[in-house]
């Protein structure tokens, strides 16, 4: 069964930590993407890789960084974390085909103090 | 630009009626639509896709849709629900286009409630 699994179900930080949440999956994908996910707004994509060491901006970088040192990891880092970045935290990958679906994790639900 | 719309927040269906969930697209292209399922407190699950051909796509958990370019519409359809249908439904966008973004762009979902 493929699997894309998220370091976390639920987080509690406070304001100024620094945050990192883990997404590995283990399906030989390309691509792997980080979305967040709030009450009627959907899903918003933050950042996404297509290698590694490659990355881009999606619609809401802003407050966020991101890391893939290798292809099956990639890791979203809340530099300072600050109470507007409570929400559901998801990881996504596909392979670069456009016609492939993406597999989602579970959700790291973080609340920010 | 790729762009999807899910008209309705909510839909409302009792077990055991025909049950359609809305979609509807904007591509430059042709496009690659897709529709994923979300438990509470659970990540995406793939549902179904349409690529090319057959304009019937059926998919997981008795689950199909309809692919209408004249209508640039991609509803959720499945002939009696069920009360474990309940859950959120995205529906997402990719455009063949060449140079097109190879991100989908997803609509901001639709929960389904199915009563007893």
């Known amino acids: 069964d493929v699997k894309v699994t998220q370091s976390s179900r639920y987080l509690v930080k406070r304001t100024g930590e620094k945050v990192f949440l883990e997404c590995v999956q283990d399906?030989?994908?390309?691509?792997m993407f980080w979305y967040r996910q709030d009450p009627g707004l959907g899903l918003r994509l933050i950042y996404f890789?297509?290698?590694?060491?490659?990355?881009e901006k999606g619609d809401i970088p802003e407050g966020y960084s991101v890391s893939r040192e290798k292809k099956e990891r990639f890791s979203l880092i809340l530099e300072s974390a600050s109470t507007n970045q409570t929400s559901m935290y998801l990881c996504?990958?596909?392979?670069?085909?456009?016609?492939?679906?993406?597999?989602f994790g579970p959700g790291t639900r973080l609340t920010v103090l | 630009a790729q762009s999807v719309a899910q008209p309705e927040d909510q839909v409302n269906v009792a077990e055991g009626n025909p049950l359609t969930v809305k979609c509807t697209y904007s591509?430059?292209?042709?496009?690659?639509l897709f529709w994923y399922v979300q438990y509470p407190n659970r990540g995406l699950q793939f549902l179904l896709k349409?690529?090319?051909?057959?304009?019937l796509v059926k998919g997981s958990y008795g689950f199909e849709a309809e692919f209408n370019k004249s209508q640039t519409s991609f509803h959720l359809k499945k002939p009696s629900a069920l009360v474990s249908d309940s859950a959120l439904y995205f529906c997402?966008?990719?455009?063949?286009?060449?140079?097109?973004?190879?991100?989908?762009?997803f609509g901001r979902g639709t929960s389904l409630i199915v009563h007893p």
């Open positions: 591509v430059s292209g042709n496009p690659y």
């Open positions: 890789s297509y290698d590694v060491k490659m990355k």
């Open positions: 997402a966008v990719r455009d063949m286009k060449a140079g097109g973004s190879y991100i989908p762009t």
């Open positions: 399906m030989d994908h390309e691509n």
């Open positions: 349409y690529i090319t051909g057959d304009n």
């Open positions: 996504a990958s596909s392979t670069l085909t456009g016609s492939s679906e993406q597999f």
